[in-house]
């Protein structure tokens, strides 16, 4: 097996229209936050915040395909996280960014439906209530939980037009992909160059966009946080 990939799981042997993929980008280190392990096994309460991250999205889908794209600390995230999801190796993770972890999770996955979010977020149940998944979508964030310096969104008619920064209404670092879009980032990912892994994954969404894809939004409006430090959580309703 490709030292790239580790499956954890057996891959589910039939695809039906309900089946998910849900991809954690998580290669980056715990820097920001001043930890020695990586963000993954960040504890909170008592659960790490990938086995948390898993929770709420086995609770959220019906048996989904789960895949973790991790570096940093590869082997320690192996042994700490058994057999609750799929593992993917970035193991370009400190010359690439976020781009070259969705490609490979997405090159991964076996379903028609994809959703990935950023891996140092916390969120709880509930995130996902009241949201259709039969059409492409970005969450933005209708709470004020994210920075002022984080990646923002512009709508039009409905749909979203451009992401970038410096735009007041933020990005929850969480998209859906099915269908057109989900094959439009396929086949760029097919032609992928080495510049193209330093992109940010919002990069890759505006690409989408650029070639005809379409993304609705939904306002989230329920507790989430981008983790730069503990005490960030003790300064939202979590329940931990």
């Known amino acids: 097996m490709n030292r790239f990939t580790k499956s954890i799981t057996s891959i589910k042997s039939q695809r039906n229209n309900g089946d998910i993929s849900v991809i954690i980008l998580a290669a980056g280190t715990g820097a920001r936050i001043k930890s020695n392990e990586p963000r993954s096994l960040l504890k909170i309460g008592n659960h790490t915040l990938i086995e948390h991250q898993t929770s709420v999205i086995n609770n959220t889908f019906n048996n989904p395909e789960i895949i973790g794209v991790f570096g940093v600390c590869f082997e320690k995230i192996l042994k700490k996280t058994s057999n609750k999801l799929r ?22 996955s076996i379903m028609d439906n994809v959703l990935f979010f950023h891996g140092d977020l916390y969120f709880e149940q509930g995130i996902f209530d009241n949201i259709s998944f039969t059409k492409s979508f970005l969450l933005i964030d209708g709470g004020n939980h994210f920075n002022e310096y984080e990646v923002g969104v512009t709508t039009e008619s409905k749909k979203v037009s451009i992401l970038s920064y410096g735009l007041p209404d933020k990005w929850c670092q969480i998209a859906f992909l099915t269908g057109k879009e989900l094959k439009i980032v396929r086949n760029l990912f097919a032609k992928f160059s080495e510049d193209d892994k330093k992109l940010l994954s919002f990069e ?12 609705e939004f939904h306002i989230n409006k329920t507790p989430i946080i981008e983790i730069d430090c503990i005490k960030d959580l003790q300064n939202e309703n979590f329940n931990i």
Not at 204 to 215: H, S, Y
């Open 87 to 108: 593992i993917v190796e970035n193991q370009l993770h400190e010359t690439t960014n976020s781009s070259e972890s969705l490609r490979l999770g997405i090159n991964n």
């Open 204 to 215: 890759v969404i505006n690409k989408i966009i650029d070639l005809g894809g379409n993304f």
